[in-house]
Every structure is written in structure tokens, then in C-alpha cells.
């Protein structure tokens, strides 16, 4: 008797089994989409090789469906940058940028790793990069690699780390070896 209730056991784990394994791209966007708002801190680490120690940022960050950003650096200066129907506006101090992403495709495609994925936009996310999903919903890895050789030139790969629908790691590598990695932190909903 206790042997058939084991098989009956594993018999019903085989459909979970199973479901895990079909974890893949389409999955982890559509869960992402549901996502319209989100709150949460970083701190940032920038390894430049020139540098012996990383240069060290925290702030906040802000995310409202389906594509306004906002960067807000408060340590060691403040900066803030937003995003915002294809608007980038970057305040340092008394100084306000204001750049048309159509006007720089390659910041576009950049800004758009992180949007995209945000929004869970997969047609954007194919239209600039090679990607690849591992893990299972409970904690992935998004590897995203430049399909433009004008971006591939600045970016090698971005790596985009979280759990369930929360993004816990930004991971920039650029093509001269220099990288910045955010981690996120407290993030919310």
C-alpha cells in the first residue's frame, strides 16, 4: 500500500515537473506586464578600469506601465533621470537635458532593455537584442546581447536577474570591459 501511494505521489508531481520546465520567454513577459506600477531602491556599482575601487551610487527608482522611468540618484550626488513617451530628461543640478531617444538609436535601444522587459514588450526587446531566458519564475536570468553592431560597439550584454516578476539585478557590461551593476532593493508594487 505504501508503495502505490509513493507512485500516485510522484505521478502527481510529474505535471508540476513538467510546467517548470516550460518556463521561457513569453511566460516571464506576460507575468511582467501585469506589473503597472512599482517602487524600489538601488545601489549601483560601477567598475571602470581605469578605477581601482567601484564608484558607489544609491537612490530610488519608479516605474509606471508601460514606459515612464525615473533614475533618482541621491548618494553621493543627486541626478535624476526619466523617461517618458520616448523622452529622456536628465537633471543634474541646476542643468536639465531633454533628448528625443529617435534621435540617438543606440540610447534608445539601451533604455529600451530595461522598459521592455519592465513592460514585458517582446517585439522591442527582439527588435534590438539576441536573448536568452534561464531559470524558473521563482529566479531568472535574462541575458540581452545587442543585435546592432553600433550598439554591440558600447554594450556587450545586458543581464537582467529577478524573481518572479520583481527585477533584483541590472548587470551592464560594456565593450571596453568596463561594467556597472545595480542591485535593487525593497522593491514593491
Same mark, same amino acid.
Do not use: C
Given at each position: ?71 533618482? $540618484? #541621491?548618494?553621493?550626488?543627486?541626478? +535624476? @533621470? ?9 537633471? =543634474?543640478?541646476? !542643468? ?20 521592455? $522587459? #519592465?513592460?514585458?514588450?517582446?517585439? +522591442? @526587446? ?9 531559470? =524558473?519564475?521563482? !529566479? ?50
Amino acid at each position: 500500500m505504501l508503495t502505490k501511494l509513493r507512485f500516485l505521489a510522484v505521478l502527481l508531481m510529474l505535471p508540476l515537473a513538467s510546467h517548470a520546465a516550460e518556463f521561457d520567454l513569453n511566460q516571464l513577459l506576460a507575468q511582467l506586464a501585469q506589473t503597472k506600477s512599482a517602487h524600489a531602491t538601488f545601489t549601483e556599482k560601477q567598475y571602470i578600469g581605469l578605477i581601482d575601487k567601484p564608484l558607489e551610487s544609491s537612490g530610488e527608482l519608479a516605474y509606471t506601465a508601460p514606459g515612464h522611468l525615473e533614475k533618482r $540618484t #541621491l548618494q553621493p550626488k543627486t541626478e +535624476a @533621470l526619466l523617461l517618458d513617451a520616448g523622452t529622456l530628461t536628465i537633471e =543634474r543640478g541646476n !542643468r536639465r537635458h531633454v533628448l528625443k531617444l529617435q534621435d540617438y538609436p543606440e540610447i534608445a535601444a539601451f533604455i529600451d532593455s530595461i522598459r521592455a $522587459t #519592465l513592460a514585458g514588450d517582446r517585439g +522591442a @526587446l527582439e527588435a534590438a537584442y539576441r536573448n536568452e531566458l534561464d531559470g =524558473r519564475f521563482e !529566479r531568472w536570468t535574462l541575458r540581452l546581447t545587442p543585435l546592432s553592431s553600433k550598439m554591440l560597439a558600447k554594450v556587450s550584454r545586458v543581464r537582467i536577474s529577478g524573481v518572479r516578476t520583481e527585477l533584483r539585478q541590472i548587470e551592464i557590461i560594456q565593450a571596453d570591459g568596463d561594467r556597472s551593476v545595480m542591485t535593487i532593493d525593497k522593491a514593491g508594487q
